[in-house]
């Protein structure tokens, strides 16, 4: 088995495009569902700034990290990584577990552009919350 390949940053913001979509539909999915059913029940319309709007706001994070994290943990590939060749693993090159996908996940989240610019300068082409997390993404040519 040959050594990982570094992942260049354009290979790295297809993949992130490609799922964007994917996620999307299924954050939007699941808001118009829960939308309908708070409807459905009588809550009305959900006001800005109220506890209830940041409640959701909060489900839909946590829907996005399930999507994420169930791909990264099962397989190391959500279907945008698998179009563009791409696999996360941890140091060594093994599948990651929850925790470094929580963390994985929450270290993007926080710095979205620095994190991923900073692979133009390192080393090793990692972005910075590869390293936070103690995973890489991976170019895998088969």
């Known amino acids: 088995m040959s050594a990982p390949q570094a992942t260049p940053l354009l290979r790295r913001l297809a993949g992130i495009l490609y799922d964007t979509f994917l996620a999307g539909a299924v954050v939007v999915l699941v808001a118009m569902i829960t939308l309908f059913v708070l409807q459905v029940n009588g809550l009305g319309e959900v006001q800005p700034d109220s506890p209830l709007s940041h409640l959701l706001f909060a489900y839909y994070l946590f829907i996005l990290f ?77």
């Open 66 to 142: 399930v999507y994420f994290s169930w791909f990264w943990t099962h397989g190391g590939q959500t279907p945008g990584m698998k179009v563009w060749k791409l696999r996360v693993e941890n140091m060594q090159g093994g599948q990651i577990n929850i925790l470094e996908s929580i963390a994985r996940f929450g270290f993007a989240l926080l710095l979205p552009i620095i994190s991923q610019l900073w692979s133009l300068f390192d080393h090793d082409k990692l972005a910075l919350h590869d390293k936070l997390s103690a995973t890489r993404l991976v170019y895998i040519d088969s």
